[in-house]
């Protein structure tokens, strides 16, 4: 029982002394409140909060026209709108003074405590502390989001799938660049050819091939693929295996006795791939084989898929081997 | 930035590559032939260590010659544009000899003023910008160094196109017609002299060097400016 007086003593004591700490002199002189400048400093979080949400609206609406100058316009704005609102809070609401003397040295003892006095003091004009607070933690939360809103794009985070998916399944007909069908005839040796699904999106990762004629007897498919290059014309997904560019470089010897053998070439990080033996890795970062596509020349002489894949296309990632290419 | 890559190239360049064989000079082309191109291409042009002549007919041998990419010093080392050693009369009868081995295309006729610019863009984006750079600025290929095409003369763009020279691909009438060529020739000649509507060009070369520019300059002006504000407002 006496346990409990004594506790209650030592609060009410507690309670009552609390307000009758000496006060030090002040270091910063003292301000009126300004309520108008208070008011500004607001709208102008507000302002900067809304060109930050606008920037992130601007960017998940895909399609609307002269995205890039929009975008820019609301970063823009909420910078400014946010550097504006830090002059008038320098300007006209903490109250400022120039030292005669340099700060004393760190570390001293009471400097810790007289910094925080200064802080504590320097915020007195402000009579509405917490409002203020969260209008500038929102202006500047927002400014952020906008700024990593883009990460977004990067990809699927967590449902892979689409990776794996190609429009090719057997008889689905090979268009080139310009939308009309491959012939197998059109396919020369010494050139490269880009060609795409007909009939599905090009922008889908498993759409773009890369085309070349080999001749038939320098070609060393891995077993099981005899028939997958009718008369030498080999098909490959356009989709480097390291970093997800596009094949766009066909190294061809003229006179290959004294040249570098035929080889498909990523431009990024110079990922190097051997179309005669089924896009196996000759030099570069890549870790895997470039997918091969297995062709059939219909009756009609276009070209056309003759299932799907050998691997799974696109760029690499952890597991990526583990996939198969789907329909 | 021409520099710095021509340096680039020097460093990267194998040995071998920087000494230049010597040739031999001679009134006719089939002297000048069997002095300095027999020993790899056959006294025929049949092709003993290297490709046959018979049948590549002028195109080739006016690009490789003119170019200064033959002879080189061994078979196997890539042909790359160097000083021509030949004058121009021996030029004229060695050419007029390897188009004489076996019937085939002549050098052919470019006419840069019928192409469409913008179509020659498009097309060189897609056939050529792999490995050309779409300025045209050049680059690597793995085993192979691509030259710039400054300074190219239109003549030469088009054969190249047509012969394929070392790793280059080899695009056929079918595939490039010769309008389209006009096109392509039109604007690799283009690129040679762009109008930079900013002032500079910077290399042309895309958005790094742009980027380093904003770094280096625009920064500094910024931090110029914000030092003077501090200073007019301090007080």
């Known amino acids: ?327 | 930035m021409k520099r710095f890559f021509l340096f680039a190239a020097l460093v990267l360049a194998p040995p071998a590559a920087a000494s230049s064989p010597g040739v031999v000079h001679a009134r006719t082309g089939a002297a000048l032939y069997a002095a300095n191109c027999a020993k790899c291409h056959g006294p025929t042009g049949e092709g003993l260590k290297a490709p046959s002549l018979r049948g590549v007919g002028e195109r080739a041998a006016d690009f490789y010659l003119r170019t200064g990419a033959m002879p080189i010093a061994r078979p196997g080392e890539q042909p790359e544009p160097s000083r021509v050693l030949f004058s121009q009369r021996e030029l004229r009868q060695l050419i007029r000899f390897v188009g004489s081995l076996g019937k085939g295309p002549p050098v052919p006729k470019p006419q840069p003023a019928k192409g469409n610019l913008a179509e020659g863009m498009r097309l060189f984006t897609d056939h050529c910008a792999g490995c050309h750079q779409v300025a045209a600025e050049g680059g690597f290929v793995t085993g192979a160094r691509v030259p710039p095409l400054e300074g190219v003369p239109a003549v030469r763009i088009a054969e190249a196109v047509r012969v394929g020279p070392y790793l280059m691909p080899m695009f056929s009438p079918r595939a490039i017609s010769n309008a389209q060529l006009d096109s392509i020739v039109r604007y690799v000649l283009t690129t040679g002299h762009p109008d930079d509507r900013g002032g500079w060009g910077i290399g042309e070369l895309g958005p790094v060097p742009e980027g380093m520019v904003t770094w280096f300059i625009a920064i500094v002006a910024l931090v110029a400016t914000c030092m003077a504000i501090g200073k007019r407002f301090g007080r």
């Open chain 1, 1 to 327: 029982m006496s346990r409990f007086k004594d506790t209650v003593i030592a609060g009410i004591v507690l309670l009552l002394g609390r307000g009758r700490r000496t006060r030090e002199p002040r270091i910063v002189p003292p301000g009126r409140p300004d309520r108008g400048a208070e008011n500004i400093l607001l709208v102008l979080f507000a302002c900067s909060t809304i060109c930050a949400g606008g920037a992130i609206a601007v960017y998940a609406l895909d399609r609307i026209g002269n995205q890039t100058q929009y975008l820019g316009l609301s970063l823009g704005l909420a910078f400014a709108f946010l550097a504006a609102a830090f002059v008038v809070i320098g300007k006209r609401l903490v109250v400022t003074e120039e030292l005669d003397e340099p700060y004393p040295p760190e570390g001293h003892p009471g400097v810790q405590a007289q910094l925080d006095e200064l802080v504590e003091e320097s915020g007195e004009r402000f009579t509405r502390k917490r409002l203020v607070t969260m209008a500038g933690a929102g202006a500047i939360g927002t400014l952020g989001l906008a700024l990593v809103a883009p990460a977004v794009s990067l990809g699927p985070a967590f449902d892979l799938r689409s990776f794996a998916q190609t429009p090719w399944r057997r008889g689905r007909l090979l268009v080139g660049e310009d939308g009309l069908p491959l012939k197998a005839d059109d396919i020369e040796e010494n050139d490269f050819y880009g060609a795409y699904a007909a009939h599905a999106d090009r922008d889908q990762i498993g759409s773009p091939l890369v085309l070349v004629r080999l001749p038939v007897s320098q070609l060393q498919l891995p077993s099981g693929r005899e028939h997958w290059a009718p008369e030498g014309i080999l098909a490959y997904s356009r989709i480097c295996t390291h970093a997800g560019c596009a094949i766009n470089l066909y190294r061809k010897p003229l006179y290959p006795p004294a040249e570098p053998r035929p080889a498909l070439v990523c431009p990024c990080h110079y990922s190097t791939f051997d179309p005669a033996t089924g896009g196996t890795v000759l030099f570069g970062p890549a870790g895997r084989p470039l997918p091969q596509l297995p062709l059939e020349i219909a009756r009609d002489g276009t070209l056309r898929a003759a299932g799907n894949f050998s691997g799974p296309v696109g760029p690499s990632w952890a597991g990526v081997r583990d996939r198969k290419a789907s329909s």
